[in-house]
């Protein structure tokens, strides 16, 4: 049996060990699982060669009680699964423990980090105390073990000195090939054994419900398959469901996208494409699968139930890339802000506005679009100078700025290894035993990776909390501890470059304009502008760093959707118009095209002294069109280029221009002139014949006299 002669001494050869793995090569590889959406966050050891896989892949499901108890066995559950593509048999899962404890936050992490192949302890292979039930396992088949350790077993591995130990299992197995002298398959985790009296240590665990959500140009979510597996038994969703439904009262925090709440909606609903018209809701009628319907909306119940016994706090709509909008688009931010204050609302969730960065990480310039009274949580490699757990505070205030830190290599795990509610739970108690003994100040935050899994009975996370070291609190009570304030944040480059682009940033708003321009000429809807709005935001989320081209692609087709329902909206005006005078009518006509009815406006745009005046508003019926008049009016004469526009009723153009010629000219006033002078010369006419006759008469009068 390996027994360190103390626990003092677990620290060192720990560390001898791990340098031993990276001299192995392959043996070492450790790969951060903290953002999903992040490449960045693995440590220096993820540059080494992978680690060539196990044949068996174990998991530890359940481990009872969560600690080493004084009396009574422990119990461990979990499945075996065989990867390769040889039959697997004689298939022995044995229990491993440490002998010696942790007492440091630095030897946890050091564990954590460590290379899974490096032992710890003995095989424990006494009769009884393995499960031996797998006899044969073929390619691709799983089964399942359980190991019960009668104290008194537990008691001769160990020191018995409080601290955290590690513990696990290990299978052993034969093929055609022989039986390998070495374990094919492990899994290993923490057990704390405390004492009675210890620190309490604050705790808050965060939770998150983060997803990337992607649509189809018309509106209705993309990949349903993938949906329908997350939503169904043992899928990802779900299980952060049944997690939340277990909390028995104990104080969690959520950490919420409210786009993912939408989607579900979207999927309980049927996944309905987008609609220029609102109908009533048929759900008889309704030609949805329910093989994907009534899980979503079973797990939209659950989460908002919870959340009423819970503190939320609200991220921004679809998981806003807060740096990027920050530098590029600060109004993004604020659309996603009170989009989600809305959409939480509205489901009568009460939330708090927080900014939590997948990697923990935000440009300190970033904070001048932030308001001041968001709950922000960070990592602690955003705290400046924070090389070690000594420097981490528990709060850090930059500016008029106050956040929680949280360290992200709590939750870090390795190649060929998961993190699932058994093992975040056993990381937390054996942090906190480790604080504990140590008397440490320092709020304890496990803020749980993006896309955590908790996996099959996540049920008994949190009851497994329910420990005399551990105060459990909701994030926005656990301030206690060192406060540090600076005047910036640590932002590594590796975090910059990989930023949103700002073309992706316009394709979104010009998503959010082509929606708002429809919606506010569709008489019958008020949805769309804020459904494209939704749909933008998701495609600007942190959760599509790493794949930005598919994000714009569909944001450029979601737009393409809705300019060519805005295209049927078209005006039709002649080509030249000749106006009798300066100013004068003429008429063009105006087409809606869309099955639904319209309310326009129309725009002309000139070069010159010419205006054109229209009616304000111009309604129209579905698939109808309409003559209108307009005036216009010229301070000179000639021809004046003219681009006429249909448009919403703030002037967003709707579909396309129209060019036209309107000659104006000074004609009616010249025939007047004339006019006037004849009537004139008539006048003066009128009254010289009359002179004339008058003489002539007289002369003819005299003649006959004579």
């Known amino acids: 049996m390996i027994r360190p002669v103390a626990a003092a001494r677990v620290l060192p050869v720990v560390i001898a060990l791990t340098v031993l793995g990276s001299l192995l090569g392959p043996w070492s590889v450790a790969t951060a699982a903290q953002d999903p959406a992040s490449a960045g966050l693995a440590s220096a050891a993820s540059e080494r060669p992978r680690a060539e896989a196990d044949p068996l892949t174990l998991t530890i499901d359940s481990l009872s009680p969560a600690v080493i108890p004084r009396k009574g066995a422990i119990t461990m559950t979990g499945t075996v699964t065989n990867d390769s593509l040889d039959v697997w048999e004689d298939i022995k899962v044995y229990p491993r423990l440490s002998y010696a404890p942790f007492t440091t936050s630095e030897e946890v992490e050091l564990a954590s980090e ?216 600060e109004s993004l931010l604020h659309r996603a802000r009170k989009l989600s204050q809305r959409s939480l609302a509205a489901r009568s969730i009460p939330s708090t506005p927080a900014v939590v960065p997948p990697s923990g990480l935000l440009p300190v310039d970033a904070l001048d679009a932030i308001d001041d009274r968001t709950l922000m949580l960070m990592s602690s490699e955003a705290v400046p100078g924070a090389t070690d757990d000594i420097n981490v505070p528990s709060t850090l205030q ?164 809705l300019q060519d329902r805005l295209d049927l909206v078209t005006i039709d005006a002649p080509e030249f118009v000749i106006l009798s005078a300066a100013n004068g009518p003429f008429a063009v006509t105006v087409t809606n095209g869309l099955d639904v009815p319209v309310t326009v406006a129309i725009v002309a745009h000139t070069h010159d002294d010419l205006e054109i005046l229209a009616p304000g508003e111009i309604e129209l019926g579905a698939n109808a069109s309409r003559t209108i008049q307009l005036d216009a009016e010229a301070q000179s004469i000639g021809v004046h280029p003219v681009e006429l526009l249909a448009t919403d009723l703030h002037g967003r153009p709707v579909g396309s221009s129209e060019q036209m010629s309107v000659r104006s000219n000074s004609v009616g006033r010249v025939i007047w002139v004339i006019l006037g002078v004849g009537v004139g010369i008539l006048f003066l006419a009128i009254p010289v014949r009359w002179i004339r006759r008058y003489r002539r008469k007289r002369s003819a009068q005299g003649e006959v006299g004579g």
């Open 114 to 329: 460590s290379d899974p192949r490096l032992p710890f302890g003995d095989r424990i292979t006494t009769e009884g105390n393995f499960d031996s039930r797998t006899t044969v396992l073929e390619p691709g088949e799983t089964r399942t073990w359980r190991i019960r350790l009668p104290r008194s077993v537990v008691a001769s591995r160990i020191s018995g000195s409080e601290g955290s130990y590690q513990i696990g299992v290990q299978a052993l197995g034969a093929t055609d090939d022989g039986r390998p002298e070495n374990a094919v398959g492990r899994a290993r985790t923490f057990i704390p054994l405390m004492g009675p009296g210890n620190a309490k240590v604050a705790t808050s665990v965060v939770v998150p419900i983060r997803r990337p959500v992607a649509r189809n140009a018309d509106g209705s979510l993309a990949d349903e398959a993938t949906w329908a597996q997350e939503l169904d038994t043992d899928g990802r969703l779900a299980n952060l469901a049944s997690l939340l439904s277990s909390t028995g009262g104990a104080p969690v925090t959520m950490l919420v996208d409210p786009s993912v709440l939408s989607a579900a909606e979207q999927l309980a609903g049927g996944n309905e494409p987008r609609a220029l018209e609102e109908t009533e809701e048929d759900p008889a009628g309704s030609s949805a699968d329910s093989n994907l319907t009534m899980p979503a909306q079973e797990w939209l119940d659950t989460v908002v139930s919870v959340a009423d016994d819970n503190q939320v706090l609200g991220l921004p709509y679809g998981d806003l890339d807060v740096a990027a909008a920050a530098t590029y688009d």
């Open 398 to 561: 930059v500016g008029r700025h106050t956040m929680s830190v949280y360290d992200p290599a709590l939750m870090v795990v390795q190649e060929g290894e998961t993190l699932n509610a058994l093992d975040a739970r056993q990381r937390v108690l054996a942090e906190a035993s480790v604080r504990s003994l140590s008397g440490s100040k320092q709020a304890l935050v496990a803020n749980l990776p993006s896309d955590f899994d908790p996996g099959a009975n996540p049920e008994a996370f949190f009851s497994g909390l329910d420990q005399p070291f551990i105060d459990l609190r909701r994030l926005s009570r656990n301030t206690a501890g060192p406060r540090v304030e600076a005047d910036h944040l640590d932002y590594p480059e590796r975090q910059e470059v990989r930023e949103l682009s700002p073309t992706l940033l316009t394709a979104a708003d010009e998503l959010i304009t082509a929606g708002a321009t429809l919606d506010d000429i569709v008489t019958s809807s008020d949805t769309i502008a804020s459904h494209s709005l939704a749909e933008a935001l998701s495609y600007t989320s942190y959760m599509v760093r790493d794949d930005q081209t598919s994000a714009q692609r569909r944001a450029i087709a979601a737009r393409g959707w």
